[in-house]
């Protein structure tokens, strides 16, 4: 891979700017690696399904006919309706959907006691070894700067080990209300939970629904969320 990497162009002010700005990010990115070793990071949620349907509209212009990649931890803890839209996206856009599943046994696992041991066993090492088997090599996020103090400071690419890998967050600009109008603009598909009270979705043991007033994750587990920059530091998002 070259050795300076693309970066994204963070002036941008309006929404349409931001999208023709995630584009040419990812169309940089995709020069430093092959359109089927490229993939998308997707767990269903709003900010992900986004930045897959940005990477759709890249690669309809610059590879038509390459494979629309994507991977999705599936912890065997996620909420059933962001799996079923998970499944129906899939099928609709023809993704190349690679689902990474934790290698231990669920039954008597003691998810969400320890959250860093639970996030490592049902989420880094599965993802680690998908991408590891499917010779993934630039990855693609729904990571925004302003929904976590840790992701604030955040490059929008960083090069990652085990395997090595090439993290990239074209969407990192955008802000909650984006992706939201960004959805609406484009009639992109949502999980029906962020009409039911939820605003960020994580496994169901560590998600609640929040209310407006609170910060986007307040219904995420507080533990765990004071402990994102450390599992970055193990290998997760
Ligand atoms: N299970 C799974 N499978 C595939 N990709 C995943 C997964 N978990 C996190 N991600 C990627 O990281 C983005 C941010 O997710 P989160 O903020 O929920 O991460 S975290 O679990 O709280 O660390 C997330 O985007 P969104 O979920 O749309 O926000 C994905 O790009």
Redesign the pocket.
């Known amino acids: 891979m070259k050795t300076s990497l693309p970066q994204l162009e963070r002036t941008a002010k309006t929404l349409a700017e931001k999208a023709e700005a995630c584009v040419a990010f990812m169309r940089s990115m995709a020069e430093l690696a092959a359109p089927e070793e490229i993939a998308?990071?997707?767990?269903?949620?709003?900010?992900?399904?986004?930045?897959l349907a940005l990477w759709r509209e890249c690669l309809r212009s610059y590879a038509p006919g390459a494979p629309l990649r994507a991977?999705?931890?599936?912890?065997g803890c996620?909420f059933p309706e962001v799996i079923a839209l998970r499944d129906e996206v899939a099928r609709q856009w023809d993704v190349e959907l690679v689902v990474?599943r934790p290698e231990v046994e669920l039954a008597g696992y003691p998810l969400a006691v320890d959250k860093v041991a639970c996030?490592r066993d049902l989420?880094v090492r599965p993802?680690q070894r998908a991408l590891a088997e499917n010779g993934v090599r630039v990855l693609?996020?729904?990571?925004?700067a302003d929904?976590?103090a840790s992701r604030q400071e955040r490059p929008c690419v960083e090069r990652r080990e085990h395997p090595e890998h090439l993290l990239a967050h074209p969407v990192l600009a955008f802000t909650e209300m984006d992706v939201w109008a960004y959805i609406i603009d484009k009639a992109l598909p949502y999980c029906s939970l962020y009409a039911d009270g939820y605003r960020?979705?994580?496994c169901m043991p560590c998600t609640r629904r929040s209310d407006a007033s609170e910060p986007e994750?307040a219904g995420?587990d507080q533990d765990?969320?004071a402990k994102?920059e450390m599992?970055?530091s193990l290998g997760?998002?």
């Open positions: 998308v990071a997707w767990t269903g949620g709003k900010d992900s399904t986004v930045a991977v999705n931890i599936d912890t996620k990474a996030c989420k993802l693609f996020t729904g990571i925004r929904e976590h960020s979705l994580g994750r995420r765990k969320e994102l599992l970055h997760y998002f």
